[in-house]
């Protein structure tokens, strides 16, 4: 068993070695503001990566203002958080109203609806009429220029060897900005892992995650819109609130749970900010919730998906409720009208064992990649972390 973990270890060191995806520890025990002292090191682009992002933030004062106001509406964040955001402006000196803002960029690309049917004014996009609402100037949100659709996760059962594999293509624009700043956190505890997370350099929280252990867990964050008139309301309510964000919440879990029927109990009930979706594979076991701020609206379970599929999928669309939006997601590569996830569920339902390189080919097809920066293949029982950027 333990020849079997060492030699997998050194086949990710390969991958590693052909697909380097930089790496940090964050130690826990360190002071928060001190945790990304050394971050540059890593990844010396970082920096220049995110003053060309504020740069071009700056560029629209209108926008920068409204990300401000949400921002000092919330006020600081809990006492950790604003530690390492303090260190982070500190180390780039970056304005710490800038480090804080870009915290809620998760949760403020929820107001990103990608139909492409925007004809109107801005008071017109159904989104906006509910934001302007709370305040006028608020409409300056649609132009914010990143975005997330695009991400796709798929957890499948193997029936040859009963094991549970989890794909996953991270998607998020500008890609050369948030491609660049793409790195594995190693968060550890008395010098022990306690678990890993691919990360954005910059934003304090978690994006794909991985906690090893007989009966660990991975997760992955994607994109989901809102589901009902006065959830863009809701969503900023809580960010005005101060709410911890959904990765914050998230990050804690992983920090404090190791297994996944313990992680999966408080990510159904952990308060989000705002609508997203969680994807959580573990030994023989998949779960995909679609969480509301204070509820799970939807889950999926693999094993008893009513197709008799031995895979459960999402993208960025509630598809089980036949949200018209996921066809009008521009994000894959055939466009328009070609929804991401019915491409990879071609890969998949042809295939006759879901192995991890049918789930590889399904998150690669043309239909299914999009403006993807990172690409995780995981499989907790057999210690499986293979991550990777596309070039
Ligand atoms: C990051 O860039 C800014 C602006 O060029 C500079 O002032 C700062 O010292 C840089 N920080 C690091 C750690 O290189
Ligand atoms: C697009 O907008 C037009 C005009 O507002 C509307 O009539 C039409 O139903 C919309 N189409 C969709 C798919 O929402
Ligand atoms: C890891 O993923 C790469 C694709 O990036 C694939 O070529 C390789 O075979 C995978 N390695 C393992 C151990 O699964």
């Not at 009963?162 to 050369?176: E, I, K, T, W």
């Not at 008395?190 to 929280?205: D, K, L, P």
Request: charged share 20%.
């Amino acid at each position: 068993m333990k020849t079997a973990v060492l030699l997998l270890l050194s086949l990710l060191g390969l991958v590693s070695a052909t697909n380097p995806i930089p790496q940090y520890v964050i130690d826990l025990d360190v002071d928060p503001e001190h945790r990304y002292d050394t971050i540059f090191d890593v990844g010396p682009q970082f920096n220049d990566t995110v003053w060309s992002f504020y740069n071009q933030l700056a560029g629209d004062g209108p926008l920068l203002n409204v990300l401000y106001k949400i921002s000092d509406k919330r006020g600081d964040y809990n006492e950790e958080q604003q530690g390492e955001i303090n260190g982070l402006a500190r180390l780039s000196k970056l304005p710490v109203e800038f480090v804080q803002s870009i915290q809620m960029l998760y949760e403020l690309q929820t107001i990103m609806v990608p139909i492409v049917n925007f004809t109107g004014t801005a008071a017109d996009h159904p989104a906006v009429s509910e934001l302007l609402d709370l305040d006028q100037d608020y409409e300056h949100l649609l132009r914010i220029p990143w975005r997330g659709p695009g991400c796709t996760g798929i957890i499948a059962l193997n029936s040859d060897d009963g094991s549970v594999s989890h794909a996953r293509n991270l998607d998020f624009s500008p890609v050369d900005v948030m491609g660049n700043l793409v790195y594995e956190g190693i968060f550890t505890k008395g010098g022990q892992e306690v678990f890993r997370s691919q990360m954005i350099a910059g934003y304090t929280m978690v994006i794909t995650a991985y906690k090893a252990g007989q009966d660990g867990y991975a997760l992955e964050r994607n994109t989901r819109y809102g589901d009902h008139t006065g959830s863009y309301k809701e969503m900023v309510q809580n960010l005005w609130a101060g709410r911890d964000l959904n990765g914050w919440s998230l990050r804690k879990i992983l920090e404090s749970t190791s297994t996944f029927d313990d992680a999966l109990e408080q990510i159904s009930t952990v308060p989000y900010t705002s609508t997203e979706y969680a994807i959580l594979s573990g030994v023989k076991k998949g779960k995909i919730l679609a969480r509301n701020p204070d509820n799970v609206a939807h889950t999926q379970t693999l094993g008893e998906n009513e197709d008799g599929d031995d895979y459960i999928i999402i993208t960025n669309f509630d598809f089980f409720w036949k949200d018209v939006r996921e066809w009008f997601d521009p994000t894959g590569g055939k466009g328009a009208f070609h929804p991401r996830r019915v491409y990879a569920q071609k890969v998949l339902d042809a295939a006759d064992v879901l192995t991890t390189d049918v789930l590889w080919e399904a998150i690669n097809n043309e239909g299914t990649f999009a403006d993807t920066i990172f690409q995780a293949i995981i499989n907790v029982e057999q210690g499986l972390w293979n991550i990777s950027q596309p070039f």
